[in-house]
């Protein structure tokens, strides 16, 4: 401190330069931190030519990784509702009205808002996401790893 004040005698003159000091301090971590953000939104949410081909479009510009699941390029999957359950296989139609068959084995995974669930409780209504192969005999049809049952949308407020 007191080479500081050899250098610099004006109280004044040190309080103002402390003040400059610490705002280009709180400028700098700033600047790091929006700069991290941004990298990450980038990487967090490519666009749809750059997500899993087939997998279909959630409406936020980008499909989740399930990298425990699928190996790149080897992707298969649908986004819909079920419009029908006759186990091992069901019936579900995505919101451009295009109907998949979801064939499920003792392998596939299917998780709910609580965490993994049994295939019995796919019911007729629920919206679902679907990873999977296509099946060998149709292109219509998905032999199914994963799926994922959506929660409800909640209801939106009536437009006056």
Do not use: C, W
């Given at each position: ?11 004044t ?90 064939l ?26 679907v ?30």
């Amino acid at each position: 401190m007191q080479t500081i004040e050899r250098y610099i005698p004006s109280k004044t003159l040190r309080v103002i330069l402390y003040t400059l000091a610490t705002i280009f301090a709180v400028l700098f971590i700033f600047g790091i931190g929006a700069q991290f953000g941004a990298r990450h939104a980038r990487f967090t949410f490519r666009p749809e030519p750059l997500s899993m081909p087939g997998f279909g479009h959630f409406g936020f510009g980008g499909a989740p990784e399930f990298p425990h699941l699928m190996r790149p390029g080897d992707g298969h999957g649908f986004v819909g509702q079920i419009s029908s359950v006759a186990l091992p296989t069901i019936t579900a139609v995505s919101h451009d009205g295009a109907t998949s068959t979801i064939l499920l084995t003792n392998s596939t995974i299917v998780r709910g808002a609580r965490g993994n669930e049994s295939s019995t409780t796919l019911s007729h209504g629920d919206m679902i996401v679907v990873l999977g192969e296509p099946h060998s005999s149709s292109t219509d049809e998905i032999d199914a790893r994963f799926i994922r049952i959506l929660p409800p949308p909640s209801p939106q407020p009536a437009q006056n």
